[in-house]
């Protein structure tokens, strides 16, 4: 399901990312990170999985960046 929320943080970033996938929501990878945002099977709740290459500032700043997105 795509809700406005995950449309809007695809427009954001497919231009700039390396992959978008859609098999589980949104899937978005770069080179240096990558997040994924779907919509939870079980609760009415958004879920962001955001990882990156060991690098935990990035993955603060990026987690930060889409939930701001969202908000």
């Known amino acids: 399901m795509r809700t406005p929320a995950l449309a809007k943080i695809e427009r954001t970033y497919a231009a700039d990312a ?38 935990s500032d990035l993955m603060r700043r990026r987690t930060d960046e889409v939930l701001a997105l969202m908000a």
């Open 18 to 55: 390396l992959k978008v996938d859609h098999t589980d929501g949104v899937g978005v990878d770069f080179d240096d990170w990558r997040f994924n945002l779907r919509m939870s099977n079980t609760e009415p709740l958004i879920r962001l999985n955001v990882e990156t290459r060991g690098d």
